[in-house]
T-cell receptor, first 112, second 113 residues
Framework: GEDVEQSLFLSVREGDSSVINCTYT??????LYWYKQEPGAGLQLLTY?????DMKQDQRLTVLLNKKDKHLSLRIADTQTGDSAIYFC????????????FGTGTQLKVEL | DTAVSQTPKYLVTQMGNDKSIKCEQN?????MYWYKQDSKKFLKIMFS???????INETVPNRFSPKSPDKAHLNLHINSLELGDSAVYFC????????????FGQGTRLTVV
């Protein structure tokens, strides 16, 4: 079955790096995503990685994928107060109708 | 330019009423979705349509009926609303089935009293 887990909270100081972790169970996952949700807003796609990749970097964001351990992480460099939000990882698989299975979400709090 | 737009943004209604939420996308995408986010922020897919045809129905009560008049629109009608239907409902679209990126609307916060 499909199960995607994340830790609920993460608190960092402004300027530090944040690392948000995600584990999933579906070995047939094709794409893995990171979405950001600010209070009262919709979901914003931050980045995604294809399952045959190990790493993807996009400006301050680095995604690491360990397919053997089914572990995905999102590193945010130089975290800013505007990065405070809930971060969701999600996965989709070929033949799954492109539906996204979301993780439980990680609330990132950036402190001054 | 709003890519995926939902109306209304907020909806407060009494138990037993029937209500609709509308969604439109101007991205030229073929596939549209409805997701439900509960009070604990957990997100789960409800429906998916590809080119006006239903492709995913995730065991949603039949009080919920999606309708897609054309591929740019996917509306959600809910009959006989219950307290447990209170949630934020998100519409989303993607280019096609199997294409990675999904773009989300701003959500409709439904409160049933």
């Amino acid at each position: 079955g499909e199960d995607v887990e994340q830790s609920l909270f993460l608190s960092v100081r402004e300027g530090d790096s944040s690392v948000i972790n995600c584990t999933y169970t579906d070995s047939s996952s094709t794409y893995l995503y990171w979405y950001k949700q600010e209070p009262g807003a919709g979901l914003q796609l931050l980045t995604y990685i294809f399952s045959n990749m190990d790493m993807k970097q996009d400006q301050r964001l680095t995604v690491l994928l360990n397919k053997k351990d089914k572990h995905l992480s999102l590193r945010i460099a130089d975290t800013q107060t505007g990065d405070s939000a809930i971060y969701f990882c999600a996965e989709s698989r070929a033949g799954g109708g492109n539906k996204l299975t979301f993780g439980t979400g990680t609330q990132l709090k950036v402190e001054l | 330019d709003t890519a995926v737009s939902q109306t209304p943004k907020y909806l407060v209604t009494q138990m037993g009423n029937d209500k609709s939420i509308k969604c439109e996308q101007n991205l030229g995408h073929d596939t549209m979705y409805w997701y439900k986010q509960d009070s604990k922020k957990f997100l789960k897919i409800m429906f998916s349509y590809n080119n006006k045809e239903l492709i995913i129905n995730e065991t949603v009560p039949n009080r919920f009926s999606p309708k897609s008049p054309d591929k740019a629109h996917l509306n959600l009608h809910i009959n006989s609303l219950e307290l447990g239907d209170s949630a934020v409902y998100f519409c989303a679209s993607s280019q096609a089935v199997g294409q990675g990126e999904a773009f989300f609307g701003q959500g409709t916060r439904l409160t049933v009293v």
